[in-house]
């Protein structure tokens, strides 16, 4: 394979032959900038493997919105700038960071726009870090971040079960590991295989549907536990318990699960999900089921610390009892009856006198209101009251008689004086009163005479005469009248 530094000899040598030409008097070919870039690509990729692998440190590592990676690979010495398209960089198994010691596999390109040669990557992964392990801790972060792992979100395994379904390969070491071990401890147990395989392709999703399956149908077999385990093995071997799918299907099961996959040493997802891990099979049944042994060693001292709780009762009992036989009511039956007697006849007395103190109280409260009555007798208030109404009714007529005779008086002088300014009464003595006809209007003077005026005169017995005026004389004779 040709260095960097024999294929930059390599251009030299081609833009120094056309400045020898030049000289020599032949024409020289004029090239673009665009030119020595794809010239340039082409050198490059014409000498170069088609395929390198680089190890090198990730710097200014940017992630665009496109979804390409642009970074820096570097060592002590050098650097080189890279690229990864969103394709390839979607299917990396963990996150690059600056600083990260990689393995960057890819090829060598030239990006004639700007003249910058790049290293293209397809595939990367971090140095002396297998790919399984990468691929473990991302889904370990990935359902710690949705609380898979959260002790709020498992459930409590039971108490006392009595059927228990394992879920594991119907010819490993584990079922009869777990048998056993439940055996042992607690015969009494109902246990059933559900067999799946626990390795290779497609046991993953055997192992999910058999956890979903049996949930779906517990009210049919009523399973009170589940265990799901192995034997141990290599990381490989166990895959099929760090896949997201078994992680999921246990954590969405109703039924509790005992994860007990692998050795003490081995830890899977389904460990880190499970309500309970076991760190191996065998441990699986001391964590699932109580020992029968302790627990007739606790039922006996149970059954003791009865025995004893009812021989101390039934001695306090005694005690009580022969403290209330004891008591004056059993030794006179009696004895209560008269004392109840004794109490109802002091119960007679107190109230025979409290009712006589309040009758008397009563009889004299009556007494003061007769006393009262009898001062606002109304038949008396009423003689007084008549009496009293006949005076100021003579004083009434008295005072009216005066009132009318003095008013009498009064109202004959008036009539005196209207009857002297009565105008009848001066017509009486031969006097007439003379009107306009029209108007009505009393003619006291002559102005107020025209000629052809329709003039009344009236005389004191009410008598009056019309008359048209012919003739007006200021002389004092008297006016000529017609009479109409």
């Known amino acids: 394979m040709k260095s960097i530094s024999e294929i930059h000899k390599k251009i030299h040598n081609w833009l120094f032959t056309d400045i020898i030409s030049a000289m020599n008097g032949k024409a020289k070919k004029i090239y673009t900038v665009n030119d020595i870039n794809v010239l340039i690509k082409s050198a490059l990729e014409n000498s170069l493997p088609g395929r390198l692998s680089i190890c090198a440190e990730i710097s200014n590592w940017k992630d665009h919105a496109s979804g390409h990676r642009y970074f820096i690979l570097k060592d002590k010495k050098s650097q080189i700038p890279a690229v990864m398209w969103k394709g390839n960089a979607a299917k990396l198994n963990f996150e690059p960071e600056n600083g990260t010691e990689v393995v960057a596999t890819g090829h060598i390109d030239v990006y004639p726009p700007h003249g910058k040669y790049q290293f293209i990557v397809d595939n990367m992964k971090p140095q002396g870090v297998g790919d399984l392990q990468v691929a473990f801790e991302r889904l370990v972060d990935k359902l710690r971040s949705q609380g898979f792992f959260e002790d709020s979100n498992k459930k409590q395994l039971p108490r006392y079960p009595f059927n228990i379904a394992i879920i594991t390969s119907k010819s490993g070491a584990a079922v009869h590991d777990i048998s056993d071990s439940i055996h042992s401890r607690w015969p009494c147990a109902k246990l059933s295989l559900y067999p799946v395989p626990v390795q290779g392709a497609g046991s993953a999703s055997e192992i999910a549907s058999a ?57 899977t ?158 017509l009486k003595r031969g006097y007439s009163i003379t009107r306009v006809k029209d108007t009505n209007e009393i003619i006291s003077e002559n102005s107020n005479i025209k000629q052809k005026m329709i003039i009344v005169t009236e005389f004191g017995d009410n008598k009056m005469i019309e008359s048209e005026v012919k003739n007006i004389e200021n002389n004092n004779k008297n006016e000529v009248l017609k009479n109409v």
């Open 269 to 426: 997802i389904a460990d880190l999900v499970a309500d309970a891990r076991a760190s191996t099979p065998t441990k699986a049944g001391v964590i699932a089921v109580p020992d029968i042994n302790d627990l007739l060693s606790s039922l006996s001292e149970y059954s003791a610390r009865i025995k004893r709780k009812i021989v101390a009762d039934t001695s306090l009992y005694h005690q009580k009892l022969d403290t209330i036989e004891a008591c004056a009511a059993f030794k006179d039956p009696l004895y209560s009856i008269r004392y109840k007697s004794q109490e109802i006849e002091q119960l007679q007395s107190s109230l025979k006198q409290a009712f006589s103190a309040k009758q008397r109280a009563s009889i004299e409260l009556i007494s003061r209101l007769e006393s009262n009555l009898r001062r606002v007798d109304p038949l008396l208030i009423i003689s007084k009251q008549k009496l009293a109404l006949l005076n100021l009714d003579q004083k009434l007529k008295q005072a009216l008689v005066k009132l009318t005779a003095k008013h009498r008086l009064v109202l004959a002088s008036l009539v005196g004086q209207l009857t002297g300014l009565n105008p009848r009464s001066i």
């Open 211 to 267: 956890i979903a399956n049996i949930n779906k149908n517990n009210s049919e077999y009523g399973f009170d536990l589940l265990i799901v385990g192995r034997g141990g093995g290599s990381m490989e071997d166990l895959w099929c318990f760090n896949e997201e799918i078994v992680a999921k299907a246990i954590f969405n099961s109703e039924i509790p699960i005992i994860s007990a996959v692998g050795h003490e040493v081995d830890t």
